[in-house]
């Protein structure tokens, strides 16, 4: 669904991505995870178009679109999730779900429709609409982000850090909207700090240091490696059953901001 080839991009003092070369699969979770400044976020924020690549170019389904603003990019397909504050707090939850739909605000049928669609999918939408997103707990804002960025119908989400603040409780319902996001069909790329969290979570897990891929596997081999084990865990790492386990753990892997 997404490929990057040979990116390099970054910001004003320099670049973050040394020559990135990644794969997304369709239909699927695939989770990044890496020390902190190994460039994971800008990963995201080039996809998205908020950094355009110095070098190298990116494709969607075939389609180039590196050096696209943020609203093409959108327009063709791909929303991201931030890693926090992505709702309007003083505004109703119907009204962040309307803002989410703003592309397509001229077809009333449609936005009306698809916002009672994914009001059967997260009940939240529908249970609490005339609420106030600052009454939300952060686990139901989370899901409340989830379902806006699903508007639009989009190929591809990107998410940010989904985890990041949340208790083990807040954390497992962005597990279960995860996997129901990608359930409707929705391709997955995530950046995760809690490493166990993401590679429990995902079907395709990415390592990065330093700018660059340095591993991609399945995300159950990457858990069983004793590589991964040493750099991330400790020791190496016992793996459960499917989901997530009862008390996920944040501080696992710091996140990285870069």
Not at 63 to 92: C, H, K, M, N, W
Not at 122 to 136: D, H, K, T, W
Not at 144 to 157: D, H, I, K, Q, W
């Amino acid at each position: 669904m997404i490929e990057m080839k040979s990116v390099v991009a970054g910001y004003g003092g320099g670049d973050v991505l040394q020559g990135v070369e990644l794969m997304v699969r369709e239909g699927a979770i695939t989770c990044i995870v890496g020390p902190n400044g190994a460039g994971k976020s800008t990963v995201l924020r080039a996809i998205s178009g908020q950094v355009s690549p110095r070098e190298g170019h990116i494709t969607l389904a075939g389609e180039r679109i590196s050096g696209r603003t943020p609203a093409q990019v959108i327009t063709a397909g791909i929303v991201q999730v931030p890693q926090q504050g992505g709702l309007f707090a003083d505004l109703t939850i119907r009204d962040n779900m309307l803002l989410g739909g703003y592309l397509i605000r001229r077809d009333r049928a449609r936005l009306k429709r698809r916002i009672a669609e994914l009001g059967e999918a997260f009940p939240i939408i529908r249970e609490r609409a005339g609420e106030r997103a600052a009454n939300l707990s952060g686990g139901q804002r989370r899901i409340v982000e989830f379902a806006r960025a699903l508007v639009l119908e989009p190929r591809v989400v990107l998410l940010d850090e989904p985890t990041l603040g949340l208790d083990p409780k807040a954390s497992q319902l962005v597990f279960d909207s995860t996997l129901m996001m990608r359930d409707l069909g929705t391709t997955v790329l995530m950046v995760e700090q809690n490493v166990r969290f993401g590679l429990k979570l995902a079907a395709h897990g990415v390592v990065m240091e330093r700018g660059q891929v340095l591993l991609e596997d399945s995300a159950e081999g990457l858990l069983k490696r004793p590589d991964m084990a040493a750099l991330f865990f400790g020791s190496a790492p016992e793996p459960t059953a499917a989901g997530v386990s009862a008390e996920p753990d944040p501080a696992s892997v710091e996140g990285a901001n870069a």
